[in-house]
């Protein structure tokens, strides 16, 4: 049988999860969920995403599965650390997919002010990104109007970490809840981010808006 592009995906991830970028365990479920996210966004929004931010890659969820399915994207992997930002560099390569997938390594507080990312994406994804205030504040900077976040859901939960008065501050309407395989977030960017938002590194978990 032929091997499909989430076969070779699923080759990478296995090296992730290897070292420690990914928890134990078969990456085939990992892998599933991160494709609910595509499921959700086809069944959500009114046109494939243009301009994908995976905020948190990490060890390339759900990031590099999105790569695979929506190879017509172009798809920012963004990461904090370095260690990850290489692996990922790495598995970019190894999956042939540097003609639409890119990697920015830094905090996500200063990529969102960055004139390169600064409202240019029309989907954000998050699967593990941190709390619901401090992902807003820093989704809000990368979105263009009209875009959406779209965020991994725990199981069971209502949207109630997602209050409509603390994102309205950032420019985001009411959360809603999508469920296509898994449970997500989707919350529409509505008005443009104040340019105060998002603050400089480490003040929006410590002094979160909501």
């Not at 070779?8 to 991160?34: C, M, N, W, Y």
Request: aromatic content about 4%; some cysteine.
């Amino acid at each position: 049988m032929a091997s499909t592009p989430l076969d070779d995906v699923e080759a990478v991830l296995v090296k992730s999860r290897d070292l420690g970028f990914l928890g134990p365990g078969d990456v085939g479920p990992q892998i599933t969920h991160a494709a609910a996210f595509a499921a959700a966004a086809e069944v959500s929004l009114p046109h494939p995403p243009q301009r994908v931010v995976d905020m948190g890659s990490g060890g390339g969820l759900p990031g590099l599965v999105l790569a695979a399915l929506w190879p017509e994207s172009a798809i920012v992997l963004l990461d904090g650390s370095t260690r990850r930002c290489e692996f990922l560099e790495m598995a970019v390569d190894e999956l042939n997919a540097a003609d639409h997938v890119t990697v920015r390594c830094g905090r996500a507080e200063d990529l969102a002010q960055d004139p390169s990312m600064r409202g240019t994406a029309d989907l954000v994804v998050a699967r593990s990104f941190g709390a619901p205030a401090v992902l807003a504040e820093c989704s809000a900077g990368i979105l263009e109007v009209g875009g959406h976040l779209l965020v991994s859901e725990p199981p069971d939960e209502d949207l109630g970490r997602w209050p409509s008065a603390g994102l309205a501050q950032l420019g985001f309407g009411p959360a809603q809840l999508v469920t296509a395989g898994a449970r997500f977030a989707l919350i529409p960017l509505n008005s443009a981010c104040p340019d105060r938002f998002p603050r400089r590194v480490g003040v929006p978990s410590k002094r979160p808006l909501f």
